[in-house]
């Protein structure tokens, strides 16, 4: 098999987010991380163990260029987490929460409790990855004997805060994945990287990964997991 007949059957797109760097919109439905800014209807900002939860991420899925076929029910997305632990692939309100929105339009300014959360605001931005390759782990073929070698540096994986493309694996592939046994049959959706410069570090310099369920009866069933060294 030649590198690009490889090549072609492993690589998928992905869409990456820029941290900062940019101006601002002034825009309640803009894409953040550190920050959620709306709900719906008569939503109050979410508690874990009697705390307020930290804001994540905030993704207007409506500014992608290109909306994968898993999202294009949903426009917004937000996700928070216990402020005292990290959650330990405990179900969606457990520790970690995330809410998701189909239409932007509904969406209303959210009260932000008095809290000092250790995670900076940074607007995203978001832009298309056009070849993003799997960690070894998630290899959905057999590596070819001349590719092993030199894998990671011929078919490298893009790290960072993205929709879509593979997860950034840190130990092994995620325990909902297809290679495992988990009920909804999750598939992954987006991952949040540690991001130094918004100060947000999944334990040593890890990773989070969030799915959904790919069975119509559970496509509302979310999954999270984290994975750090």
């Known amino acids: 098999m030649t590198k690009e007949e490889f090549d072609n059957k492993i690589r998928k797109s992905a869409i990456k987010f820029q941290v900062g760097g940019f101006r601002p919109e002034d825009s309640l439905t803009s894409s953040w991380i550190g920050n ?3 709900k719906e209807g008569d939503e109050s900002w979410p508690e874990s163990n009697g705390q307020p939860m930290i804001p994540i991420c905030q993704l207007n899925l409506k500014e992608l260029p290109n909306r994968p076929e898993n999202l294009k029910d949903i426009e917004l997305i937000a996700l928070f987490i216990d402020s005292s632990e990290l959650p330990d692939d405990k179900p969606n309100g457990e520790g970690w929460l ?4 189909s239409d932007i339009q509904e969406l209303e300014e959210i009260e932000k409790p008095n809290a000092d959360f ?8 978001p832009e298309i990855l056009d070849n993003d390759f799997p ?3 998630d290899c959905p073929i057999e590596v070819p004997e001349e590719f092993d070698e030199d894998y990671y540096d011929l078919f490298p994986n893009q790290e960072g805060i993205k929709i879509g493309g593979w997860p950034t694996l840190v130990q092994s592939e995620i325990f ?9 049959e999750p598939e992954f959706v987006f991952q949040i990287d540690s991001i130094e ?6 334990g040593n310099n890890g990773v989070a990964y969030i799915g959904r369920g790919k069975k119509p009866e559970s496509k509302n069933e979310w999954t999270f997991s984290w994975q750090c060294y």
Do not use: D, G, M
């Open 176 to 184: 909902w994945s297809p290679f495992n046994q988990h009920p909804a």
């Open 98 to 101: 995330i809410r998701t929105y």
């Open 135 to 137: 960690c070894w782990e």
């Open 118 to 125: 250790p995670i900076k605001q940074f607007q995203l931005k």
């Open 36 to 38: 959620v800014t709306v």
């Open 197 to 202: 410069k918004a100060n947000w570090f999944w």
